[in-house]
């Protein structure tokens, strides 16, 4: 820690915008390094550099020539290649034409030891760069070695002896769970698997987020209630044992948007800017999207928007045994996104059958994306699961009404519209049922003829602040928390098998 009580913090992600981007991960890793700089924080990123990233387009130079890094008993060259987001935040990038000179970024056989490689590589930078972190800020599985390893291999190591982590859980869906051979290149064999008496199917596989859960000085995921549902076996997905020892150590902190790049008013896909002064001009964009959707251009005809993978946990079971229904409402519904089959064969039909309502757009680009938020009068998420949700806070910005299910970020995010107060940012429903799901539906559909109402409700939801500036003060104070609290972790016997 400085002199003047600023912090030194580097945050660690398999992802981060504007260089490389598959889902929310990489928003939060773009944006929470800028709202921290802000307030006075010596914040650094590191990432792997992908095949994908251009060095001339993000003029990547190199800080830290050619070095070798531990891995599975031998030792892999790589170098540091530095780029800059925000106002000159230092953005580290492993480069190892081996691991990283690729296309994709996730779903190769060898995902494991790209990611181990990656940590430590880092970490070993770190020494070359002579750049001591206060807080090392892991997130998901990609990064979860890194506190098992600072109370392992790294635990005599003076270089960081005064560094604290603290590990994010964007979705505990996707764990990291490999076999013994994983411990092996991370050098950690000796130790052997972890151990828990509630966890006997997971005693005996290396699951990387169950490390991180249990190694790291605190926890964090994104958003209040999710941090209470994981405690449960309902969406603990096997660490709630694990999550629950924890508890003390677990936060929730709502992830926000970007402003900056997340604003009607400057948003370079839209037809019309507008904001909420100006509410009256983003009826334009409801016509471009129709055009583009080819569907009738009605403005009196509520539009439902949605962006989302296609799959059981976005809510798609439930919506598809209702679909019928709500199209009776004679609503339009315009879908992107892509995921099961079934479900791309289903929203097929369903522009088939009612191809003067419903317009399906099987892909992911963000300038239609943004075109959805603007141009769609409600935003549908009926999520089973829903750890934060972005998709949400963004179509609110712009004006969309969103439709959700109490579950995660979107209840801690979405209120319900009261009739009788006329307080409320959205229509909210419990259950996870059709008939719910259907019942939200109709009562924002019933709403929608009420302009008058409608308006204040969109005015709220615009003007609320989910700007990351909220956030980035949790996190800091978190980073002191986890500073403050730092503890000799339990005998490793305590869960080793």
Known sequence: MKDNGSLRILLLAAEAVPFAKTGGLADVAGALPKAIRAQGHDIRVAMPRYGRIDREKFQLEEVVPEFAVPIHRTTEPARILQATIGNDIPVYMVDNARYFDREGIYMYPDDADRFIFFCRAILEALKHLDWRPDVIHCHDWHTAIVPNWLNTIYSKDPFFAETVTVYTIHNLAYQGIFGYR???IAGIDE????????????????????RGIYWADLISTVSETYAREILTAEYGERLDPLLRDRRDRLFGILNGIDYDTTNPATDPHLTTHYDSNSLEQRS??????????????????PLIGIISRLTDSKGFDILGEAIDHILDLGVQFVLMGTGEQHYHDLFSRMVQQYPRQVAIFLTFNTPLAQRIHAGSDMFLMPSRVEPCGTNQLVAM?????????????????VQDYDPRTGQGTGFVFHDYDRWMLFAAIVRAAETFKHR?????????GMRADFSWDRSAHKYIDLYRRAIASRITRPGLESYQA
């Not at 997971?202 to 987020?209: A, C, I």
């Not at 969103?402 to 579950?407: K, Y």
């Not at 008058?452 to 709220?460: E, N, P, S, V």
């Open 452 to 460: 008058d109402l409608w308006q204040r409700i969109q005015l709220r």
């Open 182 to 184: 994983v411990l092996e």
């Open 191 to 210: 130790w052997g698997f972890q151990y828990h008496p509630e966890m006997a199917d997971l005693n005996e596989v290396v699951d990387l987020m169950g």
């Open 397 to 413: 910005h712009y004006g969309s009404v969103p439709i959700v299910r109490a579950t995660g970020g979107l209840a801690d995010t």
């Open 284 to 301: 334009e964009n409801k016509v471009a999207l129709q055009r583009e959707a080819k569907l009738p251009e009605d403005p009196d005809r």
